[in-house]
Every structure is written in C-alpha cells, then in structure tokens.
C-alpha cells in the first residue's frame, strides 16, 4: 500500500525566506504527482501537477521537483509571504492514475 | 464559473438519521470523487465515479452510498448516520480516469451527535 510522508508537519518561517516542503512515497510506480494548497476552513486548492516523465514544473514562486526513483517531491517556495500561510499536501496518483493517495500536509506560517 | 460546488456546507445529524451531500461541477469532467478529512488521518477517498453511470468504491465506502445521477452530479449518502462519520467531506473531479489534475469543492463539514 502506497504510503505519503510530508515533512516538517509544521514550518514557521520569517517573511521573505525561500523555503522547501518535502513529500516522500514508499512505492515508487507513481503516475502523477500533485501539491495542494489548503486554506483553514477551505477546500484543496491545485498548486503544480507533475507527470511521471517530468522532473519539475514551476509556477510563479512555486517549483516542484520530482525524483521517483528516490520516491520524493519538494516544493520549493521563493521569496515567501505572509499570503503563503495555509497548509501544503502533496498527492501520489497510483501507477493507473486513478487513485490518490494524500501526505499529512505541512503546516506552514510566514511571518511579517 | 463555479467550478465544483457542494451542498450543504455544514449539518448536524443525530445518529441513526439520513442524509445526502450534493456535489455539482460546470467543468465538464468526466470522472468524480468523494473524500472525508479528519485530523490525523488525512484525505480518504471514499467512492469515485470514473465516468457517468459507473462507481467504484474507494478506501472507506463502509456506511455510504453514491449515485451519478448525470455527467454533471455526484452524490453520497449516509443511510444511518454514526458519530464516526463526523468528518469534512470534499467533491473533487477531474478530466478523466488518468487525465488531468484534481478540483476540489469547498467542502461540507458533517457533525453526527
């Protein structure tokens, strides 16, 4: 059964730092890849998507690396912001691309 | 454009009760999901439809049912409501089976006393 780490479960970090959340998977015969955004009291909200065959994708301050071999993700945030304070999920799809299996999430806090 | 919306947004049920979470999508995707979310545990798929007039059951599909009443609407429903069942549950859809990323809704929280 496919497992989903996110670690540090939780990250307080200074306004205007670059910061990187790690995700590791047990079994590497992943489809996709994909990192949520999650606000307090909100639905997920789709950051980066990442297909098997790829390495990263970036959007804006957002790059996301992934290295399946290894079984791990990194979101790489760049010059963070107070906005940036919400929980991070990362998401393994299973080798037919149908089901996700979710990471705990990392708590992130940027502070003013 | 509203993407994926979920009725209600918040119910208190009294074990045993019934109810049915609406979900609702103007994207035009073909495949369908229905996730719970609780503290510790993360998000749990708990029925999926790949596409209109199939279900599948997800991880945790104990005590619910589905319906895909049409390519736009995706329902669950709890026969006879536990406390267990006290969760926030999420829509999410999606292009296709293998296609795409995932939407989400903004989610119903469901409190069973």
């Known amino acids: 059964k496919q497992e989903v780490t996110q670690i540090p479960a939780a990250l307080s970090v200074p306004e205007g730092e670059n910061l990187v959340l790690n995700c590791s998977f047990t079994d590497s015969a992943i489809y996709n890849l994909q990192w949520f955004r999650q606000d307090p009291g909100k639905g997920l909200t789709s950051l980066l998507l990442?297909?098997?065959?790829?390495r990263e994708q970036t959007s804006g301050r957002l790059n996301a690396s992934l290295d399946k071999s290894s079984g791990r993700s990194t979101l790489y945030i760049a010059a963070s912001q107070p906005g940036d304070s919400a929980t991070y999920l990362c998401?393994?799809?299973?080798?037919?691309?149908?089901?996700?299996?979710f990471g705990g999430g990392t708590r992130l806090m940027v502070k003013p | 454009n509203a993407g994926v919306t979920q009725t209600p947004k918040f119910q208190v049920l009294k074990t045993g009760q019934s109810m049915t979470l609406q979900c609702a999508q103007d994207?035009?995707?073909?495949?369908m999901y229905w996730y719970r979310q609780d503290p510790g545990m993360g998000l749990r798929l708990i029925y999926y439809?790949?596409?209109?007039?199939?279900?599948d059951k997800g991880e945790v599909p104990n005590g619910y049912n589905v319906s895909r009443l049409n390519k736009r609407e995706f329902s669950l429903r709890l026969e006879s409501a536990a406390p267990s069942q006290t969760s926030v549950y999420f829509c999410?859809?999606?292009?296709?089976?293998?296609?795409?990323?995932?939407?989400f809704g903004e989610g119903s929280r469901l409190t069973v006393l």
């Open positions: 998401a393994v799809y299973n080798n037919a691309g149908n089901m996700l299996t």
């Open positions: 994207m035009n995707h073909n495949s």
């Open positions: 439809s790949a596409s209109e007039g199939t279900t």
């Open positions: 999410a859809t999606r292009t296709g089976t293998n296609t795409g990323e995932l939407f």
């Open positions: 990442i297909q098997s065959s790829q």
